[in-house]
């Protein structure tokens, strides 16, 4: 009798989480939240303003920005590009240095008077026609790694569309598909972070706890969530464009399939139970990539919403009451247990921002 009352409880238990999880904020609560977490951000920052952290950042204060139509937003991005002079990081050839140009790129759009887009489209172009040789067997290509995804990619996809020109169309094809085909596991339908965790040969490769691959929450979130910016801005006839939403479709289905039951990704997809609590800047990407697909019609709303619900509201839920996104895993390349309610980013704060800015569209 007592573990069948311990089961009822359990049963009622979840059923009451699911319901609460199900139910969207009202868009006010949303605006007020993100705006919280915006200007919490702003009096907090972290690393130098054009880092790819901030790159991540700003380009969920830009989608902040276009949802809402409040100038706090555009105001932050004029004074952190304007204090740029809208100059990309020092790399030329690094994907990670060239985030910010996201940004950019859609203040041009904005009509930003000030917008100067010659030094990205400069490091663009010498992408394009120099050879950088990384001189590190992990590193064969350009884009080694799939955080890469959503450094470049949307940036060389923006550029093609407002200038016309489809050879940055191609070159984004080029390196993306270097990327995929070095990467992309065709059997788990995930990205490996990077080549030491191919498990191909007779290398001992890196694994999880429970003997399975280590397939990052971030890592995939970074893919996902570069996914859906670009896509955004690619001509709808691109002949290649159908090989981009195929890929989209078929992460989303498995990150669906593995979602837990509170609804956030823990940091390792595979091993969820090796990791308490959820962790934000991953399902902030997964959950705004999401509601993207879902309201441009890639995704089917009846299958993904209650999904993307139930991920939003756990992000939302880890807010702090001074507008502070918790629970975010601090700059790494792998799954890790080092966080808490009191770790945090800024790149977690701009997926929530992505993630958030989606949310407002859902009755649209």
Same mark, same amino acid.
């Given at each position: ?27 006010? =609560? ?26 991540? %950042? %700003? ?11 409040? *100038?706090?937003?555009?105001? #932050? ?25 996201? !940004? ?9 008077? !000030? ?44 550029? =093609? ?14 390196? %993306? ?22 498990? +191909? #040969? ?5 694994? $999880? ?44 289905? *498995? ?23 959820? $962790?934000? !800047? ?31 509201? #756990? ?7 001074? #507008? ?20 945090? $980013?800024? %790149? ?9 800015? +989606? ?6």
């Amino acid at each position: 009798m007592k573990k069948q009352t311990v089961f009822l409880f359990a049963i009622l238990f979840i059923c009451s989480v699911m319901l609460v999880s199900a139910q969207k904020p009202s868009n006010k =609560a949303i605006e007020k939240s993100m705006l919280k977490a915006y200007k919490w951000q702003q009096k907090n920052p972290n690393h130098e303003p054009n880092d790819w952290t901030n790159g991540a %950042y %700003y380009i969920g204060v830009t989608k902040a920005y276009q949802s809402t139509g409040n *100038k706090a937003y555009l105001n #932050g991005l004029k004074s952190m590009a304007e204090g740029l002079h809208w100059m990309p990081k020092d790399r030329w050839f690094h994907a990670d240095d060239i985030a910010i140009c996201q !940004s950019y790129l859609y203040m041009k759009d904005e009509g930003v008077e !000030s917008a100067n887009l010659d030094p990205t489209v400069s490091v663009l172009n010498r992408v394009m026609t120099e050879k950088y040789d990384w001189k590190d067997p992990i590193r064969p290509i350009y884009w080694w790694w799939c955080d890469a995804l959503f450094m470049g990619p949307p940036v060389y996809v923006h550029y =093609a569309a407002m200038s016309g020109d489809s050879k940055y169309l191609k070159a984004n094809d080029k390196m %993306y598909k270097e990327c995929y085909d070095l990467l992309f596991n065709q059997e788990e339908h995930l990205f490996a972070r990077d080549m030491r965790y191919l498990w +191909e #040969g007779d290398q001992e490769y890196l694994k $999880e706890s429970n003997g399975k691959k280590i397939f990052w929450s971030r890592g995939n979130g970074w893919v996902i969530g570069g996914l859906a910016l670009l896509l955004q801005k690619m001509p709808a006839d691109y002949e290649n464009r159908p090989f981009y939403e195929d890929l989209f479709k078929t992460m989303a289905a *498995k990150l669906k399939s593995i979602q837990p039951v509170d609804g956030m990704w823990r940091s390792s997809l595979l091993d969820p139970d090796a990791y308490p609590h959820g $962790e934000v !800047s991953g399902t902030g990407f997964d959950t705004f990539a999401f509601l993207w697909g879902i309201n441009n019609g890639l995704l089917d709303r009846s299958e993904y919403l209650p999904a993307a619900m139930k991920a939003f509201n #756990g992000i939302m839920a880890c807010q702090q009451k001074s #507008g502070m996104m918790g629970w975010v895993q601090p700059i790494g390349a792998d799954p890790k247990r080092n966080f808490s309610a009191d770790s945090w $980013e800024v %790149y977690g704060t701009g997926a929530y921002l992505l993630a958030a800015s +989606e949310m407002l569209k859902l009755n649209e």
